[in-house]
């Protein structure tokens, strides 16, 4: 956080800010789009070059996103499925403190990435998934796990949602990621793993993520069912190897 208290203390300039701010726009525009993406995209570079922003700033980022997403589909939305969704999350987030007993952190990383490997393979062979109560809650389940053990918890969604038509996708995901954002927001902060500094960073990088949202808005209309299923697919593909990389290789 020193970047933040020097940035602060010269009026917020420098382009390490900016840099910050481009990559929070890219990864809000691409969630206004397809309903996912945000974390996906955002959280593996983030973590790499911004540390500062994982895990809370990114958070309190996806809060208002997932509810501006949910809010601009939400005629659209499955009541049913979100609240599958929203319940399998958070049974994986406590089951994901026992395996967490019993194995240990590669070892789920790498059994998680393979999996969602394995089901992105199988959905380019013409495996079709429903999005039934039963498949969501699953993947709440395994998204939970992968969030807490991982912090990318998306890609189980985007492999049960990937047939779901366009506007229910969006609104449905944003009604499950708000509120689980507000339970991991709060949970940090209850462990202090939020204060000040991060709220404040939070705020200074909020216009960006707005601007990618609204962004998304002239655009989203103009992108077909088919290719917002393939790029589900493809940031689904993406988050694993991310994961799997940062597993095989971290020091």
Sequence with gaps: MDWLSAEVAQGVSGGHYLAA???????????????????????????????????????????????????????????????MGVAGRLGGTVLAAACLVLLSVKTLSLMFALLILTGVSLSLTGWRVLPTRRSMAMAGLASGMMGTITSAGAPPFAIAMQNMGAAQLRGTIGAIFFIGSVVSITVLTAVGRMGAHEYLLSALLMPWMFAGFFASNPIKRHVPAPLV??????????????VLFRTLFAA
């Design 21 to 83: 701010g481009v990559l929070v726009l890219i990864g809000a525009c691409l969630q206004g789009v397809s309903g996912l993406g945000f974390a996906m995209f955002s959280a593996p570079l983030a973590a790499m070059w911004f540390p500062e922003l994982v895990p809370g700033p990114l958070l309190v980022l996806s809060c208002p996103l997932a509810l501006m997403g949910g809010l601009r589909d939400r005629e659209a939305i499955e009541w049913r499925l979100a609240g």
């Design 229 to 242: 299923r393939r790029l589900l697919l493809a940031m689904a593909a993406a988050g694993a190897l991310v």
